[in-house]
């Protein structure tokens, strides 16, 4: 146990150096290990790099959910990756009720080009332009962007679907207060994530 104890300390330490490495001293390794002739190792290092990447994304995307959304108060951000998907959830609390807010991107740049997962969100936007005919669905629009909102009992959620490919969602549980959730739904800056996702961005 106490070989343990001891032990523990040790491998926080070197995760911490790990995680701790910036992204310069990755590609030195690869650039060394690559002109050495050894690609396994090289190979190896970009993996890291993907990983310390991925992350970098995420808290870019993240910075899209202001703290403040209307008369709400943004909690803690849930943000996960895998696959070239990219989930990012933040709830907004206040006024009496909550709205769930996720985004769905999807990587490659371009719509996600060079991810066939990243159809579906085309697919999503058509059918909201030709759905919202059944009672409790309609169709609309949010500046240039098709969404489309739905109530379903005590629940209402709507969808945005960007231009380049990602998927916006906002859910409540008091179908009451589809309109003020509506008019949120429009308050993101749509225009700035575009150009982020399909990699137009400079920042």
């Known amino acids: 146990m106490k070989k343990f104890v001891l032990f523990l300390p040790l491998v926080c330490l070197l995760a911490g150096r790990v995680f ?9 390794k690869v650039k060394k290990y690559a002109a050495a002739g ?3 190792k090289a190979i190896a290092e970009l993996g890291w790099a993907k990983q310390e990447l991925e992350k970098k994304n995420l808290s ?8 403040e959304l209307g008369d709400l108060r943004g909690g803690k951000i849930e943000a996960n ?35 066939p997962l990243a159809g ?11 759905g919202g005919s059944q009672a409790g669905e309609e169709s ?13 009992g005590s629940r209402a959620e709507i969808t945005v679907f ?6 916006m969602k906002f859910e409540t549980d008091k179908a009451d207060k589809y309109d003020q959730m509506k008019e949120l739904a429009k308050k993101f800056d749509y225009a700035a994530l575009d150009n982020y996702l399909r990699g137009s961005s400079n920042s």
């Open 162 to 167: 960007t231009q380049s490919g990602g998927i």
């Open 120 to 130: 579906l969100a085309s697919l999503g936007q058509m059918a909201a332009m030709f």
């Open 140 to 152: 609309f629009r949010v500046g240039d962007l098709t969404a489309r909102g739905e109530k379903k």
């Open 38 to 40: 050894n690609y396994q």
């Open 20 to 28: 701790a490495e910036d992204l310069d001293t990755i590609f030195d």
């Open 81 to 115: 990756a895998a696959l070239g998907i990219s989930n990012i959830e933040r709830t907004y609390q206040g006024a009496g009720y909550s709205v769930k807010v996720s985004l769905t991107g999807f990587g490659g740049g371009a719509a996600g080009a060079g991810n």
């Open 60 to 67: 870019k995307l993240e910075s899209f959910f202001p703290n």
